[in-house]
């Protein structure tokens, strides 16, 4: 049996992706900054030193799609596995993606409010979709 994956799930593995990616590029200039001693110690401690504004950026906007993900992923799910998959929810998985990928500068560079209305425009879109599911 061949099971080809809906735009919903497409966008759910891409999102994964840009977790692993956005790990990259906050690891790196934290290892950087706060020094390997510290960053592969169990952190009982506060760091010697602070990070630069930038790589705290980095590090708010990779939390921040860990709480974003798990939402959109259930929403993903529950389309993809009760055959729900339509154009329109297609469209909100592909919007929740966009709008993951201008999040990450806009947290980086303090574009506000956009940051936020671009959040907001994820949010709204797996919201969407649950609701989708359920009508």
Known sequence: ???????????????????????ALYAVPANMELGTGYTMSPRDREPSREMSERTARLGRAF??????LLLFAIAALVIHTTGQSSSFTAACAWIY?????????????GWNPARSFI?????????????????
């Open 1 to 23: 049996m061949t099971v080809s994956m809906t735009p919903e799930l497409t966008a759910l593995t891409l999102a994964t992706l840009l977790q692993f990616v956005q790990f």
């Open 119 to 135: 959040w907001f425009a994820g949010f709204l879109a797996t919201a969407f979709m649950l609701i989708a599911a359920l009508l």
């Open 97 to 109: 993606f966009i709008a993951r990928i201008a999040y990450v500068p806009a947290y980086v560079l």
């Open 63 to 68: 939390d921040n799609h860990f709480q974003g």
